[in-house]
């Protein structure tokens, strides 16, 4: 498997609940990006790492959101207390590096329903 | 910030015939405008891509234009196909070094045999 892997696949929790969601992208890739896709939309950015630098957070949509990368390689996106509002696809990216130059591939994403 | 527009929401064609998907962006500074393709329960996989020094590309059945004077580009498909038929969404990169994506809201192609 070369390319982004997203798990779960599918994910059905009660509102007030935390929820993780884990993007292992493809080896190699410094850069990684998370997108949030509500349902009938276009994918909406939540947060990017490049390397070590400082992540871009500037997408999460509130404190509730948050978001680790270990290194270069796996990321976690954490959501405490879901709400219904919550509910959408988690789609993660990952590039060779950050920066217009390199092409995102994205994971088949993780569908989070939050009852 | 950038902001993306798609139109037509919802396309349907008969195949063999052409389909174009038009997008218009707000920063004059984006550089990058992929166009990704999103068949049912799977992530968007990027089907052409054009960089703001050139003015058209083309790959087989698929064509990219782009106007950086009106900040218009469209996506082009002739002799459409019923594989072709999924979610295209065009997409600009931010004008920044994160490279992050500013998505439209997709268009849902129908091609009909």
Partial sequence: GAGVSQSPSNKVTEKGKDVELRCDPISGHTALYWYRQRLGQGLEFLIYFQGNSAPDKSGLPSDRFSAERTGESVSTLTIQRTQQEDSAVYLCASSLGGGSKNIQYFGAGTRLSVL | ?113
């Fill in chain 2, 1 to 113: 910030g950038e902001n993306v527009e798609q139109h037509p929401s919802t396309l349907s064609v008969q195949e063999g015939d052409s389909a174009v998907i038009k997008c218009t962006y707000s920063d004059s500074a984006s550089n990058y405008f992929p166009w990704y393709k999103q068949e049912l329960g799977k992530g968007p996989q990027l089907i052409i891509d054009i960089r703001s020094n050139v003015g058209e590309k083309k790959d087989q059945r698929i064509a990219v234009t782009l106007n950086k004077t009106a900040k218009h580009f469209s996506l082009h498909i002739t002799e459409t196909q019923p594989e072709d038929s999924a979610v295209y969404f065009c997409a600009a990169s931010e004008p920044s070094n994160t490279g992050k994506l500013i998505f439209g809201q997709g268009t849902t192609l129908q091609v009909k045999p």
